[in-house]
């Protein structure tokens, strides 16, 4: 599995349009509205880097509304869970 996170400019007044939108695509997991200097944030699980090409591409970015988009790979995950198992003493 591989996940790629998505950095995304979009239309002000579409942003819950678009995010709906985002979430329904194929290989989008989660969708973020935030603060700051972007408007949204996807995160894009799929099988191969071949798929994040396609879902970026042909899905993320088509969508009316997205202006720009900054894709970001993930090499490890790390979880407050994967933490906590690695420092565990075994009590």
Do not use: C, W
């Not at 239309?11 to 989008?28: H, K, N, Q, W, Y």
């Not at 894009?44 to 591409?57: K, L, M, P, S």
């Amino acid at each position: 599995m591989v996940t790629a996170i998505v950095l995304i400019k979009a239309d002000v007044t579409r942003v819950p349009a678009v995010a709906e939108e985002l979430a329904s695509l194929d290989g989008v997991s989660e969708v973020y509205s935030v603060t700051g200097n972007i408007d949204l944030i996807a995160v894009v699980r799929v099988r191969d880097h071949e798929a994040i090409a396609t879902a970026v591409t042909e899905g993320v970015s088509t969508v009316d509304g997205v202006l720009s988009t900054e894709t970001h790979i993930a090499f490890r995950a790390y979880s407050q869970h994967d933490l906590d198992a690695a420092f565990s003493i075994g009590e």
